[in-house]
């Protein structure tokens, strides 16, 4: 396993659009597994293909304590939704910034998952907001596109504060863990 240098906004390759993966290999387990051992040190709790550098509609999530309940999505799709909170999100990509976003309450999702295999479930709660997260990394979006224009700017001048105080070894806020 590798730890996979994790992308940060505003980098443009954050909006690329993930391509679907066509056949689930070794090589696409081997980057789920890279993909959780990157999200699990950074601390998260939810990594999108996109956000490696890697435009594969792929995602890792686990919201366990223990760090041990890994669940895999690939080429994820929301076939429904309903309702509507509003949680504070962060993001890996987006270190220090953390804001009030919307999204649907409860969704079904259809995805396959490390072996191969469909899978179709319900999520809600958090588990429901990180998954539409990380799909959004997966269409080339971020939780602060869903914030206002002046809210996005602060978090563009955020975000470029913290990547400048960590390359100089000076941390000012609580991490980043997502969603």
Do not use: W
């Not at 999100?89 to 998952?113: D, H, Q, T, W, Y």
């Not at 990380?134 to 914030?147: A, I, P, S, T």
């Amino acid at each position: 396993m590798a730890l996979l240098p994790i992308l940060e906004f505003p980098d443009e390759r954050l909006r690329i659009k993930a391509k679907p993966v066509i056949e689930v290999t070794d090589e696409t387990r081997q980057l789920i597994d890279d993909m959780l051992e990157t999200m699990y040190a950074a601390p998260g709790i939810g990594l999108a293909a996109t956000q490696v550098n890697i435009p594969q509609r792929v995602l890792v999530l686990d919201l366990s304590e223990e760090k041990n309940e890994p669940l895999a999505l690939i080429n994820p799709e929301l076939l429904h939704r309903e309702g509507e909170e509003e949680t504070e999100e962060g993001c890996l990509s987006v270190p220090g910034v953390f804001e009030k976003v919307k999204r649907a309450e409860k969704i079904k999702i259809k995805a396959l998952n490390r072996e191969g295999a469909i899978q179709e479930f319900e999520a809600e709660g958090l588990l429901a907001v990180c998954i539409q997260h990380e799909m959004d990394h997966l269409e080339g979006k971020l939780f602060v596109d869903l914030l206002s224009p002046l809210k996005r700017q602060l978090a563009r001048k955020k975000a470029r504060k913290e990547q400048r105080q960590r390359e100089s070894g000076v941390s000012s806020s609580k991490s980043g863990s997502g969603p």
